[in-house]
């Protein structure tokens, strides 16, 4: 489905909101879709008619809005994003279109478990993080506020990977999400899209006598489209999610096949399906750094063309575009899209440069999501005059005339312009794609207060300093209807008794729980919530791992990407400290609160010192759930390919949140975003959205520790020395040592002596200089937690001081600050 199609004088029909007819809908595609009865129907069959009985409502409204759409001309958002992590469909499904009651007494009357037939959802396997989730989380907000947008992405057919654990070591396995079928995506491959690839360019004379280049491409593949509807919460309004998928266009050679070169006839189909087989594929060699370009081409030459040739009516003046989109280049995976619009500009369409240039550069804002030098993308100019000739000749022209620019602003300053080049020379020629987002985007903007500031003093000064009004802040946000709402049911409820429904919607709403803080009748029925979903909690991990938590104790989680500067190693050599301690005789078991220790985690499988970290917490988890001296004082839990739907029970179960970054190296992240909504207390150092986190809940309800961010510069200019510290510490001492010692390694001292090795030796995050000021924290932690009643209060106001975290706020500040965009409202 696509807007530009001609407008129908036939009004959108709205299915009815009935018991009888959902129950109507649902046995017929039991029937027709799935061609089984009833009473031989598979749990699946069951699911697959329901979502596509739910999908029904969402269709008629989807319609209604791409109507709406053509006829308005308002401008869009096309969010450009490697990853969306979507989360399962169907129960977000029900709740915007207001059907989970009819649809529970529905399947009730024909003796069906409407929870039984969800649980049977895989969620789509598009995203890896917070890049994926916070993408997911955005486009949900804008169908909620009724702004029009359309994502694009990749459908990536086996995700990034599902995590196994053999022997407490990371296995990757394929995630065949799409095996028992998807029935909310919708293929169009009449509207595929032709992408090319190689080749070479040439000069030629247009019939203006204008000198022209055309690229001539050595091979393409296929981008075949599936959409899928992205609706708003109770307003009638169903965005688009496009995602891309890589086909062959010549998929099958029957000449080869009849010969008996079976291999051979179907290699180009086998090599096109490639590009959109994983997210992220491992990247150490060339051919995968490749397949990573040929990706990320791939999707925004799709998505462009797809918004050009389909989206945009016929006759449109692509002078006035910038008045119909912004593209929002989520990162630098998408930022090949701005020399690829150049060229349909220039080559195709035949117009001026400077015309295009000056177009382009209103068409596209950046969001940066890192501090880390190493993840701001370059593409040696090697491979991207390879794979990308014409592409590599429009950037070399950007940044010529953008440097003849700078050397106008900075004359006699050649140091000055060599590090505003778009061109890196050392220690490879390579295009910086931050710096090409820059230069060409409208605006660039950070994810959080600290991290912009770090953004324009640290990784971008000069940008920042040529063009200051370029550069905005726009911090994170997390939907309040996947992640309260339908995350956690008994607060959801609690808190719309307490305020009212409004709060879905309008999440600064919660300020009104302020008073009930000191409320005691209301403090129990939080803790009954907690204690609920605790107890929800145990039951799912105990079918879906076989962990078995115990009854009572603190949970203290830390769920995020496995990378050093996310500091794993922190949290367990604070659990290390604690077994060491009471093994020693120093702690008494019974003098703190019990606590289960709840990590999920994945590695890049190509991130040697991650899998080892990895390996470490597993194999600590282990021997300290196998002794008995700590049996009900320390428990380690780590299931295995944490996902949206697992957060989904775990967060509103936790209690203590874990966000111990170095500080100055965490954009924002979400996760602290979504604990804190739901009611646990944060330890955390001053990084990323802690420190706005912290501001509103208060120093009284926030555990603060480590570094602050100048301090940990100046300690790197001093030349840090992680011996020092271990040398110093006696705990830290005893926790490394007992590590080195074997303990946790099968009494092999070398398992684990890498990991050792690096802390000791390197530290490159510092987890050894802030050990110290940690365990104090923690010891915080405890001092607090064993006053139930004021835990209960720092927990609620956590909840009621959380709400500008809503994502509806971020995209109104996306849209007051860059976008500049309308609400175009259904029905």
Known sequence: MTENQPLSSTPVILPEHTVEKFTREFLRELNFGQGVTLSRASVNDQYLALARAVRHYLMARWLDTLTRQRRAQAKSVAYLSAEYLLGRQLENALLATDLEDIARESMANLGLDLDLIAEQEVEPGLGNGGLGRLAA?????????????????????????????????????????????SPWEFPHPEHSVQVQFGGHTEQYVDEAGRPRTRWVPAWGVEGVPFNYMVPGYHNGR????????????????????????????????TFAENISKVLYPEDSTPQGKELRLQQQYFFVAC???????????????????????????NDTHPVIAVPELMRILVDEKGWDWDEAWALTQKCF?????????????????????????RHLEIIYRINDEFLAEVRTAYPDDEEHVRRMSIIQEQPVRAVRMAYLATVAGCKVNGVAELHSQLLRDKVLPDFSEYWPDKFTNVTNGVTPRRFVRLANPGLSQLITEAIGPGWVTDLEMLSGLEPLADDQEFRERFRAVKADNKARLAAVLAERDGVVLPEGAMLDVMVKRLHEYKRQTLKVLHIVSLYERILSGELDPTSIPPRVFAFGAKAAPGYKMAKKIIGLINHVGSTINA?????????VAFPANYNVTLAETLIPAADLSEQISLAGKEASGTGNMKFALNGALTIGTDDGANVEIRRLVGDDNFFLFGMLEPEVEKLVAQGYDPMSFYESSPRLKAAIDL??????????????????DNLLHQDPFMALADFDGYLQAQARVDEHYADTEAWTRSAILNVARSGFFSSDRSMQDYIDRIWHTQPVHSF
């Open 627 to 635: 002794d008995p001296r700590v049996k009900g004082a320390l428990t």
């Open 365 to 389: 804002a950046y969001t940066c999501h890192t501090l880390l030098p190493e993840a701001l993308e370059v593409w040696p100019t090697e491979l991207l005059g390879r794979l990308l000739p």
């Open 238 to 269: 169903v965005n688009t999610l496009r995602l891309w998928s890589a086909t062959a266009s010549n998929a099958f050679d029957l000449e080869l096949f009849n010969a008996g070169r079976y291999p051979e006839a179907v290699r180009s189909q």
């Open 137 to 181: 989380c955005f486009v949900d907000s804008l169908a909620t506020m009724s702004v029009p947008c359309i994502g694009y992405g990749i459908r990536y057919e086996y995700g990034i990977f599902k995590q196994t654990f053999v022997e407490g070591w990371q296995v990757e396995q394929p995630d065949s999400w799409l095996s028992l079928g």
């Open 303 to 329: 998505s462009l063309r797809d918004f050009i040739d389909e989206v945009l009516p016929e006759d449109f003046d692509l002078h006035q575009l910038d008045e119909r989109i912004i593209f929002q280049l």
């Open 739 to 756: 590590i080195a010692s074997g303990t946790f390694g099968n009494g092999n001292p070398g398992m684990f002596a890498a990991v050792v």
